[in-house]
């Protein structure tokens, strides 16, 4: 079990499944080689370090009241925006929340794949830091195999 970690590099678990407890929060740039199994997380995932990816060799369950953290400062993933990388497949489910970092300031039709994976299904029951101002919103897209932010009008603008 995972609570309150943060790396960079690999992080082997031989067999089964490794959970991240409620109330607990991973986070790291690198991979989490599962070696096949699933990664649990029923607490806060948090990929990168400032904008960075996690690459996850085995699937992931996003599980309630599990939260995923993504930070937004520009247009390229791994270096400028979160990303989780899933070889294998992803169960969505809990919170989304999205922060703009760095001073970043996104412009309509600029698009972000965060979750990119084999399959993936369920999607988040709720989503944060949607409203980017100046009448532009980030709208989620959940797609065959992942999930994607991709920055909009406001409806009534």
Known sequence: ELTGTSWSGVLVQESGTLENAAGGTVRGAGELDLRGGTFANHGVLEPGRSAGTLTVSGNVAQI?????NVEIGGLTAGTEYDR???????????????????GFVPEAGDTFLIVNSLTRAGTFGAVTGTDLGGGLVMQVTYTATGVVLTVAAASGE
């Open 84 to 102: 989780v990388q899933i070889s294998g497949d992803a169960q969505i489910a809990g919170t989304l929340n999205i922060a703009v970092i760095e």
């Open 64 to 68: 309630l009241p599990g939260e995923l």
